[in-house]
């Protein structure tokens, strides 16, 4: 009874209007966007009350509540909001892009990496800390991971339009090739790396991290971020109707060529942004918008910008289980997001298939 | 009658070729303000490719649209959704879509880029889900309906869509008679009140029964052009289709019937040639091969 009227209030919820779906899950996630940030400041090796950072928070913003002792400040200042901060913009990267290239591709199944950004991404940042080059300047392993990126992305792209006849077949196809080479020559590089020191940061690495990521990380990454999402948001409505097809498109007024190429490309910053800065992060990119298209439907002005909440949610909530449950030590937030993502991603299918055929 | 040069919509030596293989070669095809022509012929013959050429969806190499006295590629793709809707032959996979959600994308072209559906054009998609009867299953997603009721959607977005030229590829080709009688009907009346449709019709004696004029398309070019009375003729029927046929007015409604015999490549003697049909198909063959030739000058088979 209480599954049929849940079942129920779910289906009216899904068939309301574009904008009350917006309102209701905006204020929803949104709101949880902010209780998580706010758990994750309080906790850690040095345990913060709640009381204590949100004075904090709020003396950033220049409201002065109530004195917080300095080591409180400078924990939740320069280590742990940085960090959530990072997070929360690596998870809206990755959900938007998902996404995208899920309708893009017209395939539920497609995840940011599809088209090699994750794999050059990997690469760039795997040849940087192999040269040495990490330890020279702190920006090395994020510009070489975002070049790869860049690079590998571009690489797909000009395979998939050699001779001027683009198709999305070859694309995918392209990026299965090149993901493949990609992670050939990783583990090439992994079997020939000299010294254990490496080996390890370089597994560390492609595990997806959010450790010690400072304001710089913010700044390299979140203006990127947001860009990338608003020209895919501004796109949204086209985005329906791409994935309906070419023609179809076409025929509904979008200019299919140049608006493919600009998601394209935003979803392929997006993932190189967050790349560079953590690593590669698993499943954040597949699952949450496949958990938001069964609630909310498919319509992309809705799905895009409730995914990048929903992503931020996420990868802060992984990520302070990361850092918290084996304390002193850390676990890898990408590990993580895999190993908690996959079996509710099952999960989830299964069930929907026996509502299906209840229905 | 209007002219050609101030159709709604014209196509003007069109021409289409992947490869070698020429799919549309020199053709030419109008339809005037308040007319349904007709698009017939055998599978592989163009209709669907001269129609996403006309929709702008496709780009021909040779040749022009004129959309209401404008040429297509000028213009900015969304004013020609604003105008012209084409629905698609094969409905395609939807992902979740609701039909209502369908519909109302049927709106888009005439939405600012950051305006949302409102009141008005929700009203507009349940109007156009009632004339095809669709309304009952509006919340429901596209992958539960059957084939048919699918194509009613998709029929639906393209009446949302409000256009003043409409192309149909094979509206009718899932439905069920009674759909089908409803459909043609639909578009019969919207044309009668000032649209322009073109529509591609397998069915010969439906495209007769409510087309002002037929396009018959063979090998990617116009083998005729006319009323049905004159293109359906059965030496064109024949030239076009390879089928033998017999051509007489519907005792009921009036409207011709076409009764396909045999293969053209058939032995005749095995065909039932004691009736009437039989030997009228075979006496019009002499009768109308010089009208024929008259309608279709670069057809030099016939």
Redesign the interface.
């Known amino acids: 009874m209480r599954e049929a009227a849940r079942l129920t209030s779910v289906r009216e919820f899904r068939?309301a209007?574009?904008?009350v779906r917006l309102a209701v899950g905006g204020v929803l996630l949104g709101g949880l966007v902010l209780l998580t940030s706010l758990i994750s400041l309080s906790l850690g090796p040095v345990e913060i009350p709640a009381g204590h950072v949100a004075a904090v928070v709020l003396s950033f913003v220049g409201m002065d509540v109530a004195e917080v002792g300095r080591t409180e400040h400078l924990v939740i200042e320069q280590i742990r909001l940085p960090r959530i901060l990072v997070g929360a913009f690596v998870g809206m990267a990755l959900a938007v892009a998902g996404a995208t290239m899920q309708g893009l591709f017209?395939n539920?199944m497609a995840d940011p990496g599809i088209i090699g950004v994750s794999a050059g991404g990997a690469l760039g940042a795997v040849i940087a800390i192999a040269t040495g080059l990490t330890g020279l300047f702190f920006l090395a392993l994020p510009s070489f991971a975002f070049v790869g990126a860049v690079a590998a992305t571009l690489l797909v792209y000009g395979i998939a339009a050699v001779g001027g006849h683009f198709s999305m077949a070859t694309l995918l196809l392209a990026g299965v090739a090149v993901n493949a080479f990609l992670g050939a020559v990783i583990s090439a590089i992994i079997i020939l790396l000299p010294d254990n020191e490496a080996l390890r940061e370089v597994l560390f690495w492609l595990a997806g991290g959010l450790d010690s990521r400072s304001w710089e990380h913010v700044h390299i990454s979140a203006p990127l971020i947001v860009g990338a999402a608003i020209v895919i948001l501004?796109r949204a409505?086209d985005l329906?109707?791409l994935?309906?097809?070419?023609?179809?498109a076409?025929?509904?007024?979008?200019?299919v060529g140049v608006t493919r190429v600009a998601l394209l490309a935003a979803a392929a910053l997006a993932t190189g942004a967050a790349v560079a800065v953590s690593g590669t992060i698993a499943f954040v990119g597949l699952v949450t918008p496949h958990i938001l298209?069964l609630v909310l439907?498919?319509?992309h002005?809705v799905l895009i910008p409730l995914s990048a909440l929903a992503g931020a949610v996420f990868v802060i909530v992984a990520d302070t289980f990361a850092r918290t449950i084996i304390q002193p030590a850390e676990f890898r937030v990408g590990v993580l997001t895999a190993f908690v993502g996959a079996p509710f991603f099952v999960l989830l299918l299964i069930r929907n298939k026996r509502q299906a055929y209840a229905l | 009658m209007q002219t050609e040069r101030s159709a709604s919509i014209r196509a003007d030596e069109l021409g289409f070729r992947v490869e070698a293989k020429a799919l549309l070669e020199r053709v030419r095809l109008h339809a005037d303000q308040g007319q349904l022509v007709g698009l017939i012929g055998p599978n592989g013959a163009g209709k669907s490719t001269l129609l996403?050429a006309i929709?702008?969806?496709?780009r021909p190499q040779e040749g022009a649209v004129w959309l209401e006295g404008e040429e297509l590629n000028s213009m900015?793709?969304?004013?020609?959704?604003?105008r012209m809707?084409?629905v698609?032959q094969i409905a395609?996979?939807?992902?979740?879509?609701?039909a209502r959600?369908l519909v109302l994308?049927?709106r888009?072209?005439h939405?600012g880029?950051?305006e949302?559906?409102g009141a008005a054009d929700e009203a507009i998609a349940r109007e156009a889900m009632e004339l095809t009867e669709t309304e009952e299953f509006a919340?429901r997603t596209l992958d539960t309906l059957s084939g048919g009721e699918r194509q009613r959607v998709f029929v639906s977005r393209a009446l949302a869509?409000q256009p003043r030229v409409l192309l149909l590829d094979e509206p009718t080709a899932n439905l069920d008679v009674l759909h089908k009688l409803r459909v043609l009907d639909l578009v019969r009346q919207l044309v009668d009140e000032g649209l322009t449709a073109v529509a591609a019709i397998h069915d010969l004696g439906m495209a007769a029964r409510y087309c002002d004029r037929l396009v018959l398309l063979s090998e990617g070019r116009v083998l005729a052009d006319g009323t049905p009375e004159e293109v359906l003729a059965p030496v064109i029927i024949e030239a076009a289709f390879g089928v033998r046929s017999a051509v007489y007015p519907d005792p009921v409604t009036g409207s011709l019937v076409v009764s396909l015999i045999a293969p053209a490549d058939e032995d005749r003697s095995r065909v039932p040639a004691t009736g009437a049909n039989g030997r009228n198909g075979h006496e019009s063959r002499h009768h109308l091969s010089a009208e024929a030739r008259a309608a279709t000058p670069r057809e030099a088979r016939i």
């Open positions: 068939q209007g574009i904008s017209r539920p501004v409505r329906n109707l994935m309906l097809g070419d023609d179809e076409r025929a509904l007024g979008v200019r298209r439907g498919p319509d002005r | 996403r929709a702008g969806v496709l900015p793709a969304r004013d020609v959704a604003a809707a084409l698609p395609p996979y939807t992902h979740g879509f609701t959600e994308m049927g888009y072209p939405l880029r950051f949302i559906e919340e869509q």
